[in-house]
């Protein structure tokens, strides 16, 4: 008879139970606040952990007791062979959730498939909804592409569809609405995410923080909103809410004003082997080396529990209080 393993958890009392592994630092895009123009350096391809090391470290997560595993970039659409490695994740024992996050330009042509490997929903990184606005942000003028993959996604079943809305003041806050607006007639779920202080080359001004509150006060002059609970459980980094009448949902994640690193859940492991425990502290552990170098699997496991241990409270007066991420996040994994 096998049991359950214990549940994994900090100093802090917080229960880890999810793992982002972001399998390329590759992407199509060239957001403003994730990169510069001319892109950052990229890894080699020798450097970036295999599918096989990526499966095995999921399978010794869920050993430990993890049971959601998202799966980011870079862009993850970009990296060959994405679909089979998200078939082989689908069948680990025990796994409870699986997701990906993506820009959407190519989800229309992948979304039937990444269904029938087993993902069960998608997020899609969206700020604008105007074409010449979208160009100037991810300089790719490919939002038809992206609006088709969002469509595709829903009917392929990927439910629910998130869509990723990083609010800035001078960019998208005249759109607040309109992507509200997305939730009337389908069950998508809109999710307004305050600006953060991300990446060595981060688009990073406090004046274009759009604290979350402020985007509720907009939205309750346009619309009837009530608050909801997750079915699955209250979401750890967020609040949600319906229009009354509405098939969606909305939801409002404020890193910066509304301290949530109290209730963190998660692990992340970079393309290039890196396990970290907190996506503002630099601490990291190279499980490349270790994979490469003939790690058994008690060992490893052993790893992931030392870092959990090391797992820090967070910054001091929350993500504002002066703690950045100098890491891309196209490197880290969004």
């Known amino acids: 008879m096998t049991h359950a393993p214990t549940p994994l958890a900090d100093h802090h009392n917080r229960l880890i139970n999810y793992l982002r592994i972001s399998i390329t630092d590759r992407c199509n895009f060239r957001?403003?606040?994730c990169m510069p123009t001319e892109g950052i350096p990229l890894l080699n391809h020798a450097d970036i952990l295999t599918y096989?090391?990526?499966?095995?470290?999921?399978r010794i997560a869920i050993s430990l007791g993890l049971r959601?595993?998202?799966?980011?970039?870079?862009?993850?659409?970009?990296?060959?062979?994405?679909?089979?490695?998200?078939a082989?994740?689908?069948?680990?024992?025990?796994?409870?959730?699986?997701?990906?996050?993506?820009?959407?330009?190519?989800?229309?042509?992948?979304?039937?498939?990444?269904?029938?490997?087993?993902?069960h929903r998608v997020n899609v990184s969206l700020d604008?909804?105007?074409?010449?606005?979208?160009?100037?942000?991810?300089r790719q003028p490919v939002l038809t592409n992206v609006l088709e993959g969002i469509r595709a996604a829903e009917a392929a079943g990927l439910h629910p569809v998130k869509l990723n809305v990083v609010t800035m003041r001078s960019?998208?806050?005249?759109?607040?609405?309109?992507?509200?607006?997305?939730?009337?007639?389908?069950?998508?779920e809109v999710r307004f995410i305050e600006l953060m202080p991300v990446g060595g080359h981060a688009y990073w001004d406090s004046a274009q923080l759009v604290p979350g509150e402020e985007v509720l006060q907009i939205l309750s002059k346009r619309y009837e909103l009530a608050?909801?609970?997750?079915?699955?459980?209250?979401?750890?980094?967020?609040?949600?809410?319906?229009?009354?009448?509405?098939?969606?949902?909305?939801?409002?994640?404020?890193?910066?004003?509304?301290?949530?690193?109290?209730?963190?859940?998660?692990?992340?492991?970079?393309?290039?082997?890196?396990?970290r425990t907190c996506l503002f502290h630099e601490a990291e552990v190279d499980l490349r080396r270790l994979l490469r170098g003939g790690v058994d699997d008690e060992a490893l496991a052993g790893v992931f529990r030392s870092a959990v241990a090391q797992k820090p409270a967070g910054p001091a007066g929350g993500i504002g209080g002066g703690w950045k991420c100098t890491s891309a996040m196209s490197r880290i994994g969004g």
């Open 227 to 275: 608050p909801l609970d997750d079915p699955a459980g209250a979401p750890v980094s967020g609040r949600l809410f319906q229009i009354r009448g509405a098939a969606g949902r909305i939801g409002l994640i404020s890193p910066m004003t509304d301290h949530f690193c109290r209730h963190c859940n998660r692990l992340r492991l970079t393309p290039d082997g890196k396990l």
């Open 31 to 33: 957001c403003q606040y």
């Open 171 to 188: 960019v998208n806050l005249d759109e607040i609405a309109d992507f509200a607006a997305m939730t009337l007639h389908h069950a998508y």
């Open 68 to 86: 959601k595993i998202r799966v980011t970039g870079g862009e993850p659409l970009v990296r060959r062979g994405v679909v089979s490695l998200l």
């Open 128 to 138: 604008t909804l105007r074409p010449e606005r979208f160009a100037t942000i991810t």
């Open 88 to 119: 082989e994740l689908s069948r680990l024992p025990d796994l409870a959730d699986l997701s990906l996050t993506t820009n959407g330009a190519l989800l229309g042509h992948y979304a039937a498939a990444l269904r029938a490997a087993g993902l």
């Open 52 to 58: 096989e090391d990526i499966l095995r470290c999921a």
